[in-house]
């Protein structure tokens, strides 16, 4: 107050012109000042529910409009001072947007880090834990879209059932430990032999399952025996264990929207089950196919 009174008398003094000048000043700081308490006024309608408990924008806002009259009283008798107290309260103002900005970006990186969780957590609600593959119930919702899409576009959908062979034997003989380290391998073996759109799963056990959309009957059994042969040369050793894995695969093709989605995982699962009766480590494909289109 003792600067603002000393500063009074000079300005009393000051040209006309210089005066004119200085409050034209203080009534743009003024006009600025305004808007940021109508900004203020915006956000806190908006996000009053998390940030206005914290914020002095009531305050600033007030000391605004009472600065108006005060400013039409004041300005033409003392300049200077008129412009050092909008200055001031210009700067306040500009404090307030500054608390704001860092206020919305706390909030912002809250709601990133919500959507990452969230986003985790379904992952993780999708992910087989020992594989990190689809899991059974992830696989059957892929499946049913996979189904419905491609028969839309008049595309084939194929479905491959697998599991593998004789694995009771190596959990009892070798341990789970080693059979855990088998259904890793196979599962990493698998994914590298299947294109980008194809869909790995594991159903349960040591069954898996392959979503293959765009594939044919004849498609399927093609990468079904790609996979069959993959797994016989890559599993052979599984750590420092001498395995020898082998897998049998059992093949459907989609006949359309009359097939529920049971029927045709019941088809694969039939056919692979087939292969593994027939002696194992083979292909067997369901022989039904879908008719013309009406």
């Known amino acids: 107050m003792a600067v603002l009174s000393g500063l009074a008398g000079p300005a009393m003094a000051a040209p006309a012109d210089i005066a004119s000048t200085l409050v034209g000043l203080a009534w743009l700081g003024l006009g600025l000042a305004l808007g940021l308490a109508a900004a203020f006024v915006a956000c806190w309608w908006v996000l009053r529910a998390r940030v206005a408990p914290r914020s002095g924008w009531g305050p600033f806002a007030l000391t605004a409009l009472v600065a108006l009259p005060v400013l039409a009283w004041l ?16 700067a306040w103002g500009l404090w307030l ?7 919305v970006r706390a909030l912002l990186d809250e709601r990133d880090h919500a959507k990452a969780e969230a986003k985790r957590a379904q992952l993780n609600s999708e992910r087989d834990a020992l594989t990190g593959i689809y899991n059974r119930g992830a696989l059957r919702q892929r499946l049913e879209r996979l189904a419905e899409e491609t028969w839309q576009d008049g595309r084939p959908l ?6 593998i062979d004789l694995f009771k034997l190596i959990n009892d003989s070798l341990g789970h430990a080693v059979g855990d380290e088998c259904l890793k391998a196979v599962a990493a073996v698998v994914g590298s032999e299947l294109r980008g759109g194809d869909v790995l799963g594991r159903l349960g056990g040591e069954e898996f399952a392959v979503v293959l959309p765009g ?10 025996e790609r996979i069959r042969q993959a797994v016989q040369n890559q599993c052979r ?16 093709e989609f006949l359309g929207p009359q097939e529920s989605m049971d ?4 088809r694969a699962d039939r056919a692979m089950y087939q292969a593994k009766d027939s002696g194992r480590n083979m292909v067997v494909a369901d022989p039904g196919t879908p008719g013309p289109r009406g």
């Open 263 to 266: 029927a045709l995982m019941d």
């Open 97 to 103: 947007v500054n608390r704001l900005s860092r206020r």
């Open 215 to 224: 594939a044919k009957r004849i498609h399927a059994i093609a990468v079904a």
């Open 75 to 90: 300005g033409p008798r003392a300049p200077v001072p008129s412009l050092l107290l909008v200055l001031a309260l210009v």
């Open 158 to 163: 194929s479905l491959l059932y697998f599991d």
């Open 237 to 252: 050793v599984v750590g420092e264990e001498v395995v020898e894995l082998t897998v049998s695969l059992g093949a459907a």
